[in-house]
């Protein structure tokens, strides 16, 4: 069965802090990991995607790694904001079905303190 | 560029009551359109998906239909609420490209079935 796990379920860092979040799949055939910002109450937000072929991408301070080989993919946070305080959802990809099913994770709760 | 709105907001219905949610896009032409639920402590749960006009895919059985009556207005309905149909719904879009089909979320709509 095709499922998204992520590690922690929720995190509480100080301001400034980095953080790592994990994400492992046994989503097969793949095809492209992505993760989502969701802050509460609101739809999610792109933050990076990537390709089996891509095993790093940046979008500002966010950093999505990817290992096809291991299935897993962590989203690294370098100099958190208060503004950073969302659930991070990791989603991939199949190739199944004509909409090329998306597999969500449950999320990561990340709370940054002052 | 493209936005997504969703309306209403916010929704508190009493059981057995009826349903419309509604979705638009501006800013494209013929996109895939989706509607989810998110439940609390778990992931986005994919409800229907429409490929155009009239087109409407179910992904899980319910209580719940879906209607395309224009290229980019998608309807979530129901005849008659039930408890367990309390959530968030979030509606999406996408257009595939380059193998991505990256999905944009609107706001959301929160549910709360009395």
């Known amino acids: 069965k095709n499922q998204v796990e992520q590690s922690p379920q929720s995190l509480i860092i100080l301001e400034g802090k980095n953080c790592t979040l994990q994400?492992?799949?046994?989503?097969?055939?793949?095809?492209?990991l992505r993760w989502y910002k969701q802050d509460t109450g609101r739809g999610p937000v792109s933050l990076t995607i990537?390709?089996?072929?891509?095993n790093t991408k940046s979008n500002g301070r966010y950093t999505a790694t990817l290992d096809a080989d291991t299935k897993q993919s962590s989203l690294h946070i370098t100099a958190s904001q208060l503004s950073d305080s969302a659930s991070y959802i990791c989603?991939?990809?199949?190739?199944?079905?004509?909409?090329?099913?998306?597999?969500f994770g449950k999320g990561t709760k990340l709370s940054v303190k002052p | 560029s493209q936005t997504i709105h969703q309306w209403p907001a916010t929704l508190v219905q009493p059981v057995g009551s009826p349903l419309s949610l509604e979705c638009t896009v501006e800013g494209t032409s013929n996109p895939n359109l989706y509607w989810y639920r998110q439940a609390a402590g778990r992931g986005l749960q994919l409800l229907f998906y429409?490929?155009?006009?009239?087109?409407i895919s179910s992904e899980v059985p319910q209580n719940l239909s879906a209607s395309r009556p224009q290229d980019r207005q998608f309807i979530l309905s129901s005849k008659k609420l039930l408890l367990s149909d309390s959530g968030f719904y979030l509606c999406?879009?996408?257009?595939?490209?380059?193998?991505?089909?990256?999905?944009?979320f609107g706001p959301g709509t929160r549910l709360t079935v009395l």
């Open positions: 999406a879009w996408s257009i595939e490209s380059g193998g991505y089909n990256e999905q944009f």
């Open positions: 994400c492992n799949y046994t989503v097969s055939p793949f095809s492209n």
């Open positions: 989603v991939v990809r199949d190739y199944g079905g004509s909409q090329g099913n998306l597999i």
């Open positions: 990537m390709t089996f072929s891509e």
């Open positions: 429409s490929v155009g006009i009239g087109q």
